[in-house]
């Protein structure tokens, strides 16, 4: 299919590349082409050739960009949206989630992410880097809405196997426009020694990164010291886990050390600002991270425990609690943090065909609405985005080459009501057992 978008304005996000007016081609689910509209009418006087357009869309001055990357997730826990709050992450998980989770079954998980992916889909969502239970089934679900995943495995002393784990990466990454898998774990406190040594294993078999969460409460880093004398990320790292890279989710309490393998594993961090507020773990160093070179991404983490799957709600949390955590109003200008939802998110997934509005990168973008009341006047569009930006300003996402949100309209094979109503009945079944 052959899509026209212009009379736009263009974030490319490449470096140093300032807002500009003009066009993007597409062409199936890659980008063919995007100018300038000095240099677009400097082409068309030339020899271009003539195109059949599929779709022409007048962007009418608002902004098209790359789509945000939610580099940490779990879509299908939308069950527990609101359902076990105010409560601490230890006792949130022992008491609360994982015995509801027990009761899911392979379909529920099916029917829960797609729930997610609707939520997704409205905050300019393009990409999930998603870890929970049944990646199957996850992966199906997305390639029915047609969002891109990358799935991790959330491998614990209760659930999975490392025989799974690895029959699902090999599954999965075999050539697929939507979906791939990367290595992981669900956390070093939930995994034995042996079974830790185990990912070690298939991480050095298939020179692979691995992903995991990490250093994300005070008690997880004090009760790993007490069981092996060393904080989460040195530990995980003298078992050679970390040996091809990968990345940690939250890392709110690092130490000088734990910082220095990060950076040099070349690893990622994704913060998840909204979620480390909810469960109180505190506020990571993400303003001293970037100044070490350590590269960040940005994460939701799971409707249950954030409550709200909103990239712009993350992006103002993470510089404003910056600012304060530093004292410092200065401290993560806010071109870095789009940089860290879009850029750094794509890199941090591999998916390094995504990061980018570009040639021959896939077509994953959004328009935001410039028009309404929160984006003007208009100053500074990236900082408009980061510190005034909302979901309402979402006006399209497109994945793949595909429109799949538009005008607040769905276009993902299936009515949004009757996606409510399966929910709201499994979650009735689930609550009643």
Known sequence: MNIR??????????????????????????????????????????????ISWDIELDCKGNLLMPGFKNAHTHSAMTFLRSYTDDVPLQQWLNEKVFPMEAKLSKEDIYEFTRLAILEYLTSGITSIFEMY??????AEACLDMGMRCVLTSGLNNFSSSIEQVEEEYLKWN?????????LGFHAEYTCSKELLYQVAQLAHKYRAPVYTHLAETKREVEECKARYGMTPTVFLDTMGIFEFG???????????????ILRRRRMYVVTNPASNLKLASGIAPVAELDRRKIPVAIGTDGPASNNCLDMFREMFLVTGLS????????????????????????????LPKADLLAKGKLADIILIDLHQPNMQPIHNIPKNL???GSKSNVLMTMINGRILYRNGEFNTGESVETIYARCDKIVKRIMNA
């Not at 239970?133 to 996850?138: A, F, G, N, Q, S």
């Not at 990968?246 to 220095?260: A, Q």
């Open 323 to 350: 600012k304060v955590r530093e004292e410092d109003a200065a401290s993560l200008d806010a071109m870095r943090v789009l940089t860290m939802a879009t850029f750094h998110g794509a890199k941090a997934m591999r």
């Open 174 to 182: 075999k050539k697929n426009s939507l979906i791939s898998y990367q």
């Open 386 to 388: 980061v510190y005034s």
């Open 5 to 50: 978008l212009y009379n736009a304005k263009i974030l490319t996000m490449e470096k140093h590349r300032p807002v500009f007016e003009g066009e993007v081609w597409v062409k199936n689910d890659r980008i063919a082409y995007v100018a300038e509209q000095s240099e677009l009418q400097s082409e068309w006087k030339g020899d271009f050739p003539r």
């Open 246 to 260: 990968g990345g940690g989710y939250h890392c709110v309490h690092l130490t000088p050390e734990d910082m220095e």
């Open 133 to 138: 239970l049944t990646p199957d089934t996850i």
